[in-house]
């Protein structure tokens, strides 16, 4: 049974910091690309930060590259999103999401290439 835990969330003021974990279970990883999400009430779903499980390739939306980033802890299978210089325009329900698909990622992430996804942790950025 494919699992996908989030943890990390929470509330903190503009400029500063979170980082969010997930750890996806029942899944081999190396076939995997795994990506953060975000969504805020009455818009669609967007793809802020991804990462081929093997090879490291990593795409960011225009929104948040320079601030954000994302690794693996290989030995852990765990990923994490750090979000730094956080704006009050971050604030959402991030969700984390694998997927078996990659392709040339420009501006836009179908939510539709990942198949397996987490609850959701709210994050809360006040100005």
């Known amino acids: 049974q494919v699992q996908v835990a989030e943890s990390g969330g929470g509330v903190v003021q503009a400029g500063g910091s979170l980082r969010l974990s997930c750890t996806p279970s029942g899944l081999s990883l190396d076939n995997y690309a795994m990506g953060w999400f975000r969504q805020t009430p009455g818009k669609e779903r967007e793809g802020v930060a991804l990462?081929?499980?093997?090879?490291?390739?990593?795409y960011f939306a225009d929104s948040v590259a320079g601030r954000f980033t994302i690794s693996r802890d290989i030995p852990q299978n765990t990923f994490h999103l750090q979000m730094n210089s956080l704006k009050p325009e971050d604030t959402a329900m991030y969700y984390c999401a694998a997927g078996t698909k990659w392709r040339n990622y420009k501006g836009y992430v179908p939510p539709d290439d990942f198949r397996y996804w987490g609850q959701g942790t709210q994050v809360t950025v006040s100005s």
């Open positions: 990462i081929r499980w093997s090879g490291e390739t990593t």
